[in-house]
DNA sequence: GCCGCGTTTTGAACAGGTTCAAAATAATCC
DNA sequence: GGATTATTTTGAACCTGTTCAAAACGCGGC
């Protein structure tokens, strides 16, 4: 996760150097925005030259993917007690989104930016990229043990999919959060709810042995749309 | 749609000038794509000074707007005919969705930073804007033509929000489709097959009287998430 | 100590988006 | 027509992300 990415540090001294960057541009970007920040500035409040920012980091987008790294670490602790204990499907869910956005919230003012790069088919900050496939990948995870950990019976077929579907669905819920702009983003929270008891409800009714087809179809469309879009990296 | 957005241009040589301008960026970006697209080529190109162009576009964002009400201009017109002589929903909605990705198709190249910008609260391009404002009711009033000129009976509840639920499910399927590299768009053509096909079986299963419980709150979900959205610019 | 070599650091230079004060041009009024 | 005002046009200057060649540093081997 905070791992360092490329093969550019060598050295103790290195990885300091790296860190003291990081931390500075992330609290500067907490600060003052992202746009406001400039890497300049990073440098300067690192005690570092310029060009010493861009040998640690390709670019200023670059510095994006520690915040992922790191808010994505957060949550999963943040997480651990509620999946320990908690059986109902609804509360589990319910508790992983919401903490989700809590632990997002000290970078909500940079967030729009954060989304807009990751927008870019061609960012590897797109977080369907090839280099955001580690953070993707356990963020996948999270949500099959959301589903695993509960007392509900899902049809084998639907099991499958189902931690990707919530995946995209929480990338949803991240897109509103973005643009949200009320008081403690208690519209976001009431998305959740809302949200959050259709889509359990949803999965008991796709349960019923009725909807086989619908279901089929449905689940078919998801795969599909996994494969293509994990496909575009060529 | 195609109008002059600002109060700067009084004259009609300052029309043609700033139509000179956006010309010349369109056909650039399509010739080179938007990042190798400096301001200094379009002006030049445009026999205008830089500063010019900046006189009639805030920013190199902004040429991006005329883009959007000149696709959905002509996918209007493309249009047309179909929903004037189809019935089925479903081949309606298709038709729809497969213009739709006709009439971008140009554009390809470079619609990923286009969707890039876009995806920035902050940015006028946001669909969601108020600047953005006309052409999106626009286009949601399309799919409320899909389904009202289509034989078939949905509740009037469902019927209300079902035009916005369309435009949302189009926006999600450009986003696929930005990131399709797919040889001629395959992959987003058999994606729309399929989603089409799910949701009219969807709209279908949820007109039946024992699903009224969750679409109605699938509705409301709705309604709010809606609100939401158009509460953003403050 | 000092040489060689890989790693890290530096800062000047470049590129392209953006700003702005001033100049040029067009429209309006007398 | 001339003066006044509004609109359009200009280009130099600025800012910030990015690149790169050269310098500095750290360290094992002698």
Redesign the interface.
Same mark, same amino acid.
């Given at each position: 996760m905070t791992k360092a990415r490329s093969g550019m540090v060598k050295t103790d001294k290195g990885q300091q150097t790296r860190a003291a960057i990081l931390e500075t541009a992330l609290e500067t970007f907490r600060e003052q925005g992202y746009e406001r920040t400039t890497m300049r500035a990073i440098a300067e409040r690192a005690g570092v030259a310029l060009g010493n920012a861009y040998y640690y980091f390709h670019s200023k987008e670059h510095l994006i993917q520690a915040f992922y790294g790191r808010t994505h670490q957060e949550h999963l602790d943040a997480c651990a007690a509620l999946l320990k204990n908690e059986l109902d499907l609804k509360a589990r869910l319910l508790g992983v989104m919401n903490t989700k956005i809590a632990t997002l919230e000290p970078y909500h003012r940079f967030a729009?930016?954060l989304?807009?790069?990751?927008?870019?088919? !061609? /960012?590897p900050l797109n977080p369907?990229s090839d280099e955001s496939d580690p953070i993707r990948k356990d963020s996948i995870q999270l949500f099959a043990e959301v589903v695993a950990g509960a007392k509900i019976k899902v049809p084998k077929d639907l099991m499958a999919d189902l931690p990707y579907m919530l995946w995209l669905y929480h990338m949803g819920i991240i897109l509103?959060w973005? !643009? +949200?702009? /009320?008081a403690r983003r208690a519209?976001t929270h009431? =998305?959740i709810d809302? /949200?959050v +008891?259709?889509i359990v409800? =949803?999965i008991g009714?796709a349960s019923n042995p009725l909807m086989k087809p =619908?279901r089929k /179809?449905?689940i078919? =469309?998801i795969t599909?749309?996994r494969q293509?879009?994990s496909?575009?990296a +060529?």
């Amino acid at each position: 996760m905070t791992k360092a990415r490329s093969g550019m540090v060598k050295t103790d001294k290195g990885q300091q150097t790296r860190a003291a960057i990081l931390e500075t541009a992330l609290e500067t970007f907490r600060e003052q925005g992202y746009e406001r920040t400039t890497m300049r500035a990073i440098a300067e409040r690192a005690g570092v030259a310029l060009g010493n920012a861009y040998y640690y980091f390709h670019s200023k987008e670059h510095l994006i993917q520690a915040f992922y790294g790191r808010t994505h670490q957060e949550h999963l602790d943040a997480c651990a007690a509620l999946l320990k204990n908690e059986l109902d499907l609804k509360a589990r869910l319910l508790g992983v989104m919401n903490t989700k956005i809590a632990t997002l919230e000290p970078y909500h003012r940079f967030a729009g930016k954060l989304f807009k790069t990751a927008a870019d088919p !061609h /960012s590897p900050l797109n977080p369907f990229s090839d280099e955001s496939d580690p953070i993707r990948k356990d963020s996948i995870q999270l949500f099959a043990e959301v589903v695993a950990g509960a007392k509900i019976k899902v049809p084998k077929d639907l099991m499958a999919d189902l931690p990707y579907m919530l995946w995209l669905y929480h990338m949803g819920i991240i897109l509103f959060w973005i !643009h +949200d702009p /009320s008081a403690r983003r208690a519209r976001t929270h009431r =998305l959740i709810d809302r /949200s959050v +008891d259709i889509i359990v409800k =949803l999965i008991g009714i796709a349960s019923n042995p009725l909807m086989k087809p =619908l279901r089929k /179809s449905a689940i078919r =469309l998801i795969t599909e749309l996994r494969q293509d879009v994990s496909a575009i990296a +060529d």
